[in-house]
């Protein structure tokens, strides 16, 4: 079945079973390998993107139900090609140890400042909740964030 | 109809306070103690903890990422928004000026410190029935925390609810101090789960109707109440649950907040179930041996209901097996999430769909440190619509009961709620 999606400003049309993941379809059809797939469950929070700038876990979002939403990934945040604010306070902060969970650490505290420019550690705290990391660089990711909070 | 109810609460109100204000409204202050209390006895601190455990104390007591007994929660009522007190030993703004009696007056009676009579949102209509022993636990447990300064906003109640010797017709009313009499036919973990349960757990707070001036309906015990939004489901013979609950069941329910043929406590019962994780194994079991015998044994199993052959539009069925099936997979296999068929689910089988758009809207993210079940909130994932759609669907396809009306009001209600 043919599904139109707009991915990170454009229109993409794939050809997938309506129950597919969007994860699957952006890693497999679309080839955008932000995302990752970590428990395929909605647990863990590797695959998260915005959907219409909320920040959404996109292995649990069947392609049936994205309908025209926007969908943007790690690499919609780029600026002219570079790293945006953020994604270079994670650089800078050196945030990532293994790096899986990074991309979808980045997609939601990029939600997060988008609210709330200046979060509080505890705001943080509570917002990045959702999102594990095993390798336990959270101070790491903390201090990211409000590098870009303030720069 | 809006008038007459205002009518009636002011004529109600004044008689209440004529009647009650003879035997109630008036208590005297009980003196400040200038220091804070000291209770160096371990183990009494420690089965205090345990007891307020029970009781689900710091679950009202603590603010959204609030310490622990610092109070500030706001507690939606009927009648207006009532602030949680401040339960640490703070002299200024917790209850370090209170002595053990001013406490046991507050526990029994619903009067404060100053003589000032207390809400019922305050459960003493239950907690009455606790012992002087039991008091001075949790008595000396709470002068044992650290003392947090933590100025409590004022209640925004309407006239009449806002004055507080009203309350006094209210107790007159439906505060019954009668203590509970053993009752010798019965197992001594029955007797103690009826004390837990009746006093301390207050389970009726939630799960037994209320009536109009947000008293328990005696007549109707453990039916069915309400609870931020949750149905709380009946705990006598229900047509909402498929079968049975065995005491070795509700007991793995209560204390690790889930049971592979009954599903995941969710909701305000999610902190119920984490704090009696931290009760007794005994206490745990005698309030499952009351609870149980609230309902007649049967004989039935669980039944996996599947009406899959069902006409249902594709774009629903695609949605539900990309987004639920994947845990709820309808085989033995539970998984990581812990996640059953839904068809034993009594949130599906309920009357209204109040608790399956909640848990779907809010996931289950109570126990996610230390392992129980899971399930992420789809309130960003899917629209209305579709979490609407999948509702009617999973209703459908795992129950026999008739569809659901109103599934768009309902989720507008719940997303209201969780407006912070």
């Known amino acids: 079945m043919t599904i139109s999606l707009k991915i990170n400003g454009k229109s993409q049309d794939v050809d997938v079973d309506p129950s597919t993941p969007l994860l699957y379809v952006l890693r497999n059809d679309v080839g955008l390998h932000g995302p990752r797939f970590g428990c395929g469950l909605g647990q863990c929070g590797a695959c998260t993107v915005h959907i219409d700038g909320r920040p959404t876990f996109s292995c649990i979002l069947p392609i049936a139900a994205v309908g025209n939403r926007e969908i943007t990934t790690l690499e919609g945040l780029l600026e002219d090609g570079k790293p945006n604010k953020l994604q270079q306070a994670f650089i800078d902060e050196e945030a990532a140890q293994c790096g899986y969970c990074i991309s979808g650490m980045v997609m939601r505290a990029q939600a997060l400042l988008r609210t709330k420019p200046n979060p509080t550690d505890n705001e943080i705290r509570n917002y990045m909740r959702p999102n594990l990391c095993r390798c336990g660089t959270h101070t790491a990711i903390m201090r990211a964030i409000k590098r870009a909070a303030i720069a | 109809m809006r008038l007459r109810r205002v009518i009636l609460a002011v004529v109600v109100a004044g008689v209440l306070v004529a009647v009650g204000g003879l035997a109630w409204a008036w208590r005297p202050a009980i003196a400040p103690t200038s220091a804070n209390q000291t209770i160096s006895d371990r183990k009494t601190i420690d089965r205090g903890a345990e007891l307020a455990a029970i009781g689900n104390c710091s679950d009202c007591h603590t603010r959204d990422a609030g310490v622990p007994y610092a109070g500030g929660r706001a507690l939606p009522t009927p009648f207006g928004t009532i602030y949680a007190s401040n339960l640490t030993p703070d002299l200024a703004t917790g209850i370090g000026s209170w002595s053990e009696e001013a406490f046991r007056r507050a526990m029994h009676e619903g009067v404060d410190r100053e003589g000032r009579q207390l809400y019922p949102a305050f459960p003493y209509d239950h907690f009455t029935k606790a012992t002087d022993e039991d008091i001075h636990a949790l008595y000396s447990f709470l002068m044992s925390i650290p003392a947090i300064r933590n100025v409590i906003p004022a209640n925004q109640l309407s006239f009449p609810f806002s004055f507080r010797p009203i309350i006094a017709g209210w107790k007159v009313l439906f505060l019954s101090q009668a203590s509970l009499e053993n009752d010798t036919s019965k197992s001594a973990a029955w007797n103690r789960g009826r004390y837990l349960v009746e006093g301390l757990g207050h389970c009726g707070s939630c799960h037994t109707p209320r009536n109009a001036l947000g008293g328990e309906k005696k007549g109707s015990l453990y039916a069915g109440g309400a609870a931020e939004g949750w149905n709380a489901p009946p705990l006598t013979a229900s047509p909402f649950t498929t079968h049975h609950w065995t005491i070795d069941q509700l007991a793995e329910y ?113 126990y996610r440190t230390g392992g129980g079940p899971y399930m992420p909130a789809f309130d960003a994932i899917l629209t209305d619509a579709q979490i609407a759609d999948i509702t009617q669907y999973i209703r459908s396809r795992y129950t026999n009961q008739p569809q659901w009306a109103d599934i768009k009001t309902e989720i507008i209600k719940a997303r209201q709620e969780a407006q912070p």
């Open chain 2, 254 to 366: 209560l204390s690790t907040g889930w049971h592979k043929l009954h599903g995941a406590a969710a909701g305000p019962m999610a902190d119920v179930a984490k704090n009696l994780g931290q009760a007794s194994k005994d206490d745990v079991n005698a309030i499952a041996t009351y609870i149980a015998s609230l309902t007649q044994p049967d004989n039935k199993t669980a039944v996996i209901t599947d009406n899959f052959a069902k006409n249902q539009p594709a774009n629903v069925v695609a949605i539900y097996t990309g987004a639920c099936a994947k845990c709820h997979n309808d085989r033995n296999d539970v998984g990581p999430s812990k996640a059953l068929s839904l068809s034993l689910s009594t949130a599906v089988q309920q009357g209204d769909p109040a608790n399956t758009v909640r848990v779907i809207l809010h996931g289950i993210q109570s």
